[in-house]
């Protein structure tokens, strides 16, 4: 069920310059406070922790409740310090793990 | 002897009260759960207004994806920086939304995501400072579809 995460980070930019960067995972982010027509409670199932980061440094950490929407979307800032690999991880119930990834270049 | 009228009104405070009694229990935020939870995140320091500016529409259709920004005044340097951003609201079954945390190197302390609201309130948002100063900004919120009470098919 796990459905492709979506990041945006620009492929370039000037050393020092704070980029912006969107990260979006497709997740359904049950509460686990609803309940079917028949009365059963469905079970919480969500992503509780969002990590990203820049050369093996962590820049974002977002820890998430069942209050964060469904697909879960951050928009977040960054200073570009040097090409590299900026790492997106998602973490949650029933062992949830998504990752992405994407290189950017420094000049 | 008992009049039809006073067996009503004891039959209807009966029935009243069980249903009362059956009512299953409903976790819900309140405004008392709301500061408590900010409560457990400051521990007992003071938490001011200002320097945080917290975005929500004022009036949302569907309480299933609220956009919200939150923009806090700071440098971002090692100094001085925001360590961490903190959503709260009142209704929602829970009264935390998220936590995000943030450094010198994120260069400005602005963020923005998507949340659930289940009903016309306030949110909230606090900044922690690396001083270790709080500052908080809140916005109502009118939401007529609410979030979090349909049920499934």
């Known amino acids: 069920m796990a459905s492709p ?103 | 002897m008992t009049s039809r009228r006073d067996f009503l009104i004891a039959a209807g405070g009966l029935v009243g009260g069980l249903d009362l009694a059956s009512v299953p229990v409903r976790a819900h935020a309140t405004p008392a759960a709301m500061q408590d939870a900010i409560r457990k995140v400051v521990g007992g320091a003071p938490v001011s207004r200002g320097k945080v500016k917290l975005d929500v529409p004022p009036l949302i259709d569907n309480g299933n994806a609220v956009t919200v920004s939150v923009a806090v005044e700071s440098p971002m340097t090692p100094a001085e920086h925001v360590k961490a951003i903190h959503v709260f609201n009142e209704k929602n079954p829970l ?38 100063s709080f500052w908080s900004d809140s916005a109502s919120v009118v939401v007529t579809l609410a979030a979090c009470l349909e049920e499934l098919q």
């Open chain 2, 95 to 132: 009264p935390n939304v998220v936590s995000v945390y943030l450094g010198p190197r994120s260069g400005r302390a602005e963020i923005s995501t998507r949340i659930r609201l289940a009903d016309t309130q306030t949110v909230t948002a606090i900044a922690e400072l690396s001083d270790g």
């Open chain 1, 5 to 107: 995460a979506i990041v945006n980070v620009p492929a370039t930019a000037r050393r020092g310059e704070i980029i912006a960067i969107k990260a979006m995972v497709g997740h359904a982010m049950e509460t686990g406070f609803r309940r079917t027509q028949l009365g059963e409670p469905v079970p919480r199932n969500i992503i509780s922790q969002f990590v990203c980061t820049y050369n093996g440094a962590e820049i974002f950490r977002a820890e998430l409740h069942p209050a964060i929407a469904a697909n879960p979307l951050f928009t977040f800032t960054t200073v570009a310090t040097e090409s590299g690999t900026i790492a997106f991880r998602w973490t949650g119930d029933n062992g949830y793990s998504m990752a992405a990834s994407a290189t950017i270049t420094v000049v």
